[in-house]
C-alpha cells in the first residue's frame, strides 16, 4: 500500500477538503466513512469503496491491516498518523477510513408504500437517528427537503450506524409532490389536533411527514396531511425532539401491524 507522510501530497490534500466540506462531499457524490462497523456496512450492502484508508500505526497491527484488507476497494493507502488525525471525524479513531461513491437511490415508489418525508431536518444527529429508526422499523424509501442537513455527511453517517446503506435517501426531493401525489394516508403530528396517535388506524401504507426542529412543518405541507395526529404527552411538555416523535410513531405503526395488536379503528 502506499505511504503518504506529506501534507502537500496531493491525495492528501483531496481528502483533507472532503472531509472538511460536506459541500466538497455533496458536490462529488462521495462519502467519507470511518470505523470498522461502517466500512463492514458499506461491504455487506454490497459496495465497495473508491479508496480505503489506514493510519500508519494502524497498518502496523496486523489485525486492523488485515481487516482493511478484507473490504473491497479500487485504492489501499497508508496516512502517516498525524495526517490521518487532521482528516479523521472522531476522538479515538481506530485508523479505519474510507471513501465511498453515494449509492444510487433509485426511483420513489409508485405505490402506496410506508415513507418518510422529512422537511428541513438540519441537525445531524437528528437526521441520523431517524434513518436508524426507519431502518428498524421495515422503512426503505426516505425523502429530504432542499435545506436538511447533507445525509452523507460524516457526521451523519456516525449517528445513523450504518443504516444509511438500507435505505434509498432522495435529497434534495420536492415534498410537495411526492406528498400530494401518494396513493398511501398521508400523516402529521400536530400538538392541536383532537385524534390520538394511538387511537388511529395505522397498519394501513402511511407517508410520514415531519418538520424542521424549530419551526416544525410548513403550512403548505401540512395541508397535504390526510391524517393529523397527537402524540399524547404529559401536562407541561411543549413538543417531543423530531427524532422521537418520528421513533413513537413508527413503532406504534409497527406495533399495530403485530396479529396481536388492537387499536380503535377510525
Not at 38 to 59: P, Q, Y
Not at 140 to 165: I, T
Amino acid at each position: 500500500m502506499k505511504i503518504i507522510r506529506s501534507r502537500s501530497n496531493s491525495e492528501f490534500q483531496e481528502l483533507a477538503r472532503l472531509a472538511g466540506s460536506s459541500r466538497q462531499c455533496r458536490a462529488q457524490g462521495l462519502t467519507l466513512i470511518e470505523g470498522e462497523r461502517l466500512l463492514s456496512a458499506l461491504s455487506d450492502s454490497g459496495h465497495s469503496a473508491e479508496t480505503l484508508i489506514i493510519s500508519e500505526s494502524a497498518s502496523l497491527d496486523a489485525t486492523r491491516r488485515t481487516r482493511l484488507e478484507s473490504f473491497p476497494g479500487k485504492k489501499r493507502i497508508v496516512l502517516a498518523d498525524n495526517l490521518f488525525a487532521n482528516i479523521s471525524q472522531v476522538v479515538n479513531s481506530q485508523g479505519l477510513m474510507g471513501i465511498s461513491k453515494i449509492p444510487d437511490p433509485g426511483s420513489w415508489p409508485t405505490g402506496p408504500t410506508t415513507a418518510l418525508l422529512l422537511e428541513g431536518i438540519q441537525d445531524p444527529g437528528n437526521l441520523g437517528s431517524i434513518f436508524r429508526t426507519a431502518v428498524a422499523a421495515g422503512i426503505q424509501h426516505v425523502a429530504l427537503s432542499p435545506g436538511s442537513a447533507y445525509a452523507w455527511s460524516p457526521k451523519v453517517m456516525r449517528a445513523g450506524m450504518g443504516a444509511h446503506f438500507h435505505l434509498s435517501i432522495h435529497e434534495d426531493a420536492d415534498l410537495l409532490l411526492l406528498a400530494s401525489g401518494s396513493l398511501a394516508a398521508v400523516a402529521a403530528t400536530s400538538p392541536h389536533s383532537d385524534v390520538s396517535l394511538y387511537d388511529t388506524r395505522l397498519s394501513v401504507p402511511i407517508t410520514w411527514i415531519f418538520g424542521n426542529e424549530g419551526a416544525g412543518l410548513s403550512p403548505e405541507l401540512t395541508a397535504t396531511a390526510t391524517l393529523r395526529l397527537k402524540v399524547p404527552m404529559a401536562k407541561g411538555a411543549e413538543s417531543l425532539n423530531v427524532a422521537a416523535a418520528v421513533a413513537i410513531c413508527l413503532f406504534e405503526q409497527t406495533r399495530q401491524r403485530s396479529p396481536q395488536a388492537k387499536v380503535v379503528q377510525r
